[in-house]
Structure formats: structure tokens, C-alpha cells
């Protein structure tokens, strides 16, 4: 059994990407499934929710219950939400306060969205923050301890500030340039300390992980 595994998921994650880099051989590959359910793209939320994002937290949790080992991130709180309050019965709320309690489950970002970072205002982003946030701490008493910006347009200097001061541990990210993100991975750079501005302080810069492949299925 993998020794680390009361870490948070992503903590292993970041871990793993340290130890794999440094090992020559074996190279050991790692799986971190997790949810990825854009909130109104091609179809609205409900047609969403009915279609396919229901069955996610259905199956997952389902699934999770049936084995320790396996583990999920769930990451958009809109669908969760709704799966909770109008679909989950009883038996699935206990799995999922059990599978959170023994850190099977974990909730990343934990925004009602995974926000884009090209147009939105960051009014818009702290408040879908704080509205998600606000419901997982209601709901669980937890905290998110770290972003999962995987798939945003753009990427905006607010972000290492806002995240930074939401708490976040830690900041995995994937859409940049393909060009800078290939000259990143001969340089051994996909980890870095991502401050904002430099006027601002050390409160508000964040480790930042960015996948090594140009998709959020790295
Ligand atoms: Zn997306």
C-alpha cells in the first residue's frame, strides 16, 4: 500500500511529480480521477444534471464505497449541490460525509465553477468562490485546500492573489501556451512560485503545478 495515502490527493500528486523526477527508473505512473462538468457549455445545468453529471457523484460515490483504495476529486460545486440537495438519498449523504471523513473524497477549488480567467471580473470569481465555499463548509465543516484551475482561457495575474488568499495550499493549472509549456518541461519548470505582482507580499503568491501534457487528462 502506498505509504502516503492519508495525504489529500493533490498533496500526492505534487509529492509523486517531485519524487518521479528525481527517480531515473522506474517511472511509476499515477491516476488522480477527477470530475470535469463545465456548468452550462453546450447544454443548460439542468439538461446537464440530468444527462450525465447526476450519474457522476451516483457512480462515484457508489464506486468508492465498494473499494479503500480508490479515490476522486470533485471539483464543481453546481452539480454536487444539486445532486445533494434534490437527488442523494440518505445512505448516499452518510457515504459521502465517510468518504470525505477517511479522505477517499475531496473537493478541489470548491467554487460553484471552475471560472475562466480570461473575461470575468473578479468580483464574479470571489463571489462563486465564497458561494461554494460557504456551502462545504455548512454542509461538511472543510475547507479546499487546493485549486484545480485546469481548464480556464487565459490566465490572469488575480488568481495567484485571490487563491492565495482563499486558502489555498497549492495551484494545479494546464491551459497555457503550448510553446511555453514546452519549453517548461525541458527546463524542469512546471513548478513554480506564482506571484502576482511584485509589490505584493509572500500572503498572496502560490505554489503552482502546471500538467505536463497540453489537456486536463495529463
Ligand atoms: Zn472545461
Same mark, same amino acid.
Given at each position: 500500500m502506498w505509504p502516503l495515502g492519508w495525504l489529500p490527493v493533490v498533496a500526492q500528486l505534487v509529492l509523486l511529480r517531485f519524487l518521479v523526477? +528525481?527517480?531515473e527508473s522506474p517511472i +511509476?505512473?499515477?491516476?488522480v480521477p477527477h470530475s470535469h462538468m463545465d456548468v452550462g457549455?453546450?447544454?443548460t445545468v439542468q439538461e446537464?444534471? @440530468?444527462a450525465y453529471a447526476a450519474n457522476v457523484y451516483t457512480s462515484v460515490v457508489e464506486e468508492?464505497?465498494?473499494r479503500k483504495h480508490r479515490r476522486f476529486i470533485?471539483? !464543481?460545486q453546481e452539480y454536487f449541490r444539486l445532486w445533494w440537495d434534490g437527488i442523494a438519498s440518505d445512505r448516499q449523504k452518510r457515504q459521502v460525509h465517510h468518504l470525505l471523513a477517511t @479522505? +477517499?473524497? !475531496?473537493?478541489?477549488?470548491g467554487g460553484q465553477v471552475m471560472?475562466? !480567467?480570461a473575461v470575468t471580473h473578479f468580483d464574479d470569481q470571489i463571489l462563486q468562490l465564497t458561494e461554494g465555499h460557504g456551502f462545504l463548509y455548512e454542509t461538511f465543516g472543510i475547507r479546499p485546500r487546493f485549486s484545480w484551475q485546469v481548464d480556464p482561457f487565459g490566465a490572469s495575474a488575480t488568481t495567484p492573489t485571490l487563491f492565495a488568499l482563499a486558502g489555498f495550499h497549492a495551484h494545479i493549472i494546464s491551459r497555457i501556451d503550448y510553446d511555453l509549456k514546452d519549453s517548461m518541461q525541458k527546463t524542469r519548470g512546471l513548478q513554480f512560485v506564482w506571484r502576482g505582482s511584485p509589490s505584493l507580499s509572500a500572503e498572496q503568491e502560490i505554489f503552482t503545478h502546471v500538467l505536463d501534457q497540453y489537456s486536463y487528462c495529463s
Open positions: 523526477a +528525481r527517480a +511509476r505512473v499515477f491516476v457549455w453546450l447544454y446537464s444534471l @440530468r468508492l464505497t465498494l470533485a471539483v !464543481e @479522505r +477517499r473524497l !475531496e473537493f478541489v477549488i471560472h475562466d !480567467e
